[in-house]
């Protein structure tokens, strides 16, 4: 069968390939390196689910990935509301995520500024509504 999106799927798993060898030049693992990315995002102390909701990675990969990173002394917890968990970085953590995470989206920062403003709104817009019609259409799978 004919796939229109054959290309963006062999760069999608281009970019995909390319962060997870950061990851191992920066000695981290992929899960690893998404909490940083979430703890960037959502700031210290977030709630531990936000990682595997927003990453795709199951609970027990996160779950792991958070006490390896709590027993190297980059993360501490403490009980949030409820149920939830919330993640704390130590300043151990935080020279991590300055010299991994913080590494790469500058790099990231670099090329997409470096495109036109206009450039940069049709790069989100038609990623979101790709993201965004394909969980739509494959939710009835």
Not at 5 to 24: C, G, I, R, T, W
Not at 55 to 76: C, P
Request: glycine residues 6%.
């Amino acid at each position: 069968m004919y796939s229109a999106f054959k290309e963006f799927y062999n760069l999608l798993s281009q970019v995909n390939s390319v962060y997870h060898d950061a990851a191992l030049k920066l000695g981290l693992t992929d899960s690893e390196l998404d909490i940083l990315y979430s703890l960037n995002e959502h700031g210290s102390g977030c709630n531990q689910s936000i990682f595997y909701k927003e990453t795709g990675t199951t609970k027990s990969t996160i779950n792991s990935a958070v006490r390896r990173m709590e027993q190297a002394g980059y993360l501490y917890l403490k009980p949030g509301t409820g149920r939830n968990t919330c993640v704390f970085l130590t300043e151990k953590g935080e020279e991590l995520m300055k010299n991994t995470a913080h590494r790469l989206i500058a790099i990231e920062n670099a090329i997409f500024e470096s495109w036109s403003p206009e450039e940069q709104q049709l790069f989100m817009k038609l990623n979101r509504d790709f993201a965004v019609k394909f969980t739509e259409e494959t939710k009835a799978l």
